[in-house]
């Protein structure tokens, strides 16, 4: 690995791990203080869903900015960034269950009765299989099957912006997301790939003067 791959992967996981390590140390304090605000850190946990967002979009980004640039650096951060977008989407999910006791019922009954709440569930139930085989191992043992099975991630995001877009409030929370992921779906279309390939090609500098 070289040095620039090393400053890179320090940084993609400082940056990764950084929201939660912050929400962990300000949960730690204020436990140590006595005076612990359930509703504020209940709200920071909450608050995990855009970085969780943040992060799942980032890992999308990958194979785009390889298409659009021919950057091959960007894939090699995919897994971190998508395993970074599940464990932040877990949290995030974990707060809701605390405020329903951790009770099956209760968080069955809380979840079915409101929209955004069953897309959000479905976009983590449906992120688990992704993870799991986030691995090595999951890669040799599925085969071509492995790269099918992780195209899945674009249901997953789709799931997470209309969750965003039914939460009650502000839907047009959604539309910075839902306009990237539109993007990125995009370059991923054959004729957009092609054409992009094809201008890279006649134009080897945007390779040379990107991070390849």
Known sequence: MSRRDRILTIAVHAVGAAPLLWLC???????????????????QFSALANISMVALLATLACTPLNIVFGW????????????YFFGYAVTHAGAFAADSGFAPAGIWATTTAQAFLIWGALAVLVSVPLAATANRWSMRRLGRRWKTLHRITYVVAVFSVVHTALIPGDPGEALLPGAILALLLAIRLPSVRSW?????????????????
Not at 27 to 37: H, I, V
């Open 25 to 43: 140390a300000a949960s730690a304090l204020s436990w140590a203080t006595g005076a612990p605000d359930a509703a504020g850190l209940r709200e």
């Open 72 to 83: 091959k650096r960007p894939l090699r951060f995919r897994r971190a960034l998508g395993l």
């Open 196 to 212: 992009f390939v094809s201008r890279r090609q006649s134009h080897p500098a945007l390779v040379a003067s990107g991070v390849a």
